[in-house]
């Protein structure tokens, strides 16, 4: 028997559920880029107009404001690269965080075990989402809103209950 034959059943279960969750940012690289240039060129502007009025140390407070902004962008895009990902198997629910450093952390369950739980406010919605599994809580989906969360949640909901349901094979004749 070689390698080739054996039979591996992990490779050979579907997929019940599968999302990868990121941080939502509203400005893009070019809206990114047309904002700084705006900002940069009324800067310069009312930068120019204090130093014909005498008061030329304006013009580098201006460029240090329009430094300062630069640099909270780049962070903020630079936090933007998290991600988690969460895929479901009959037999597994994986949860793989990677943080905007680079940091991989990840956890593998049973989800015939796991609970979702929700917490929330009756105005504002679904707070957070946790997997629960033998005492243990993880926190989920921390980076989606309310209503994405909403969504989330019946979705992976659905996928648990496939799971605890079984595996159900149709073959074809």
């Keep these: 028997m070689t390698a080739g034959n054996d039979f591996d059943p992990a490779l050979d279960q579907p997929t019940l559920f599968s999302a ?3 941080p939502h940012r509203s400005l893009n690289r070019t809206g990114f880029t047309v904002l700084m ?22 013009l580098g407070f201006f460029g240090l404001d329009l430094l300062v902004i630069y640099w909270a962008f780049r962070v ?5 690269s998290a ?10 629910l994986r949860v793989r965080r990677v943080n905007h450093r680079g940091h991989v952390m990840e956890w593998t369950l ?14 504002f919605g679904i707070e957070r989402l946790y997997l629960v599994s033998r005492g243990r ?4 989906g921390h980076f989606l809103g309310p209503e994405e969360k909403e969504s989330f949640s019946k979705a992976l909901l659905a996928a648990l ?3 605890k ?6 073959p074809v004749i």
Excluded: H
Excluded at 37 to 58: K, Q, T
Excluded at 110 to 123: A, F, I, S, Y
Excluded at 137 to 140: A, G, K
Excluded at 165 to 170: A, L, Q, W
């Design 83 to 92: 991600t988690e990902d969460i895929v479901m198997t009959p037999s597994e």
């Design 76 to 80: 903020n895009f630079r936090s933007a």
């Design 20 to 22: 990868r969750v990121t």
């Design 110 to 123: 049973n989800p015939l075990w796991v609970q979702l739980e929700k917490t929330g406010d009756p105005e």
């Design 165 to 170: 349901r079984g595996i159900t094979y149709n």
């Design 37 to 58: 240039a705006f900002i940069g060129v009324v800067s310069f502007v009312a930068g120019i107009a204090f130093c014909l009025m005498g008061a030329w140390p304006v």
């Design 161 to 163: 209950q496939a799971a």
């Design 137 to 140: 809580r993880l926190s989920v």
